[in-house]
């Protein structure tokens, strides 16, 4: 069984800052299988479809983001902790959202029918 785990988000003032994580666990992911992965954070706020953010490419060489996040947020990750971050930075009430982080290996980074595994997501809130 694979597992994604998301952590670090919370409630933050506009303007603000946060870190979060993606931990991958599951006897069949060793980090030599997390590191044939894409990973990408999407979001998805209440009454809305779950959006794209940010992927990294399985070395970490490339990196993705929607137009709304750019100069704002880094994606980044550390293949032999299994893990991908997101930072976050001069936050908007705009990036109130339920955060996932998903996995695949083909297809578009920017389309949610192209990941394998999915995490239970992390809020955010950020308030104006």
């Known amino acids: 069984q694979v597992q994604l785990v998301e952590s670090g988000g919370g409630l933050v003032q506009a303007g603000g800052s946060l870190r979060l994580s993606c931990a991958a666990s599951?006897?069949?992911?060793?980090?030599?299988?997390?590191?044939?992965?894409?990973v990408a954070w999407f979001r998805q706020a209440p009454g809305t479809e779950r959006e794209f953010v940010a992927a990294?490419?399985?070395?970490?060489?490339?990196?993705y983001y929607a137009d709304s996040v750019k100069g704002r947020f880094t994606i980044s990750r550390d293949n032999a902790k299994n893990t991908v971050y997101l930072q976050m930075n001069s936050l908007k009430p705009e990036d109130t959202a339920v955060y996932y982080c998903?996995?695949?290996?083909?297809?578009?980074?920017?389309?949610?029918?192209?990941?394998?595994?999915w995490g239970q997501g992390t809020q955010v809130t950020v308030s104006s």
């Open positions: 990294v490419s399985w070395n970490g060489g490339m990196t």
């Open positions: 599951g006897r069949s992911f060793g980090s030599s299988i997390f590191g044939s992965y894409r």
């Open positions: 998903a996995a695949s290996r083909l297809g578009s980074v920017r389309e949610t029918n192209n990941y394998d595994y």
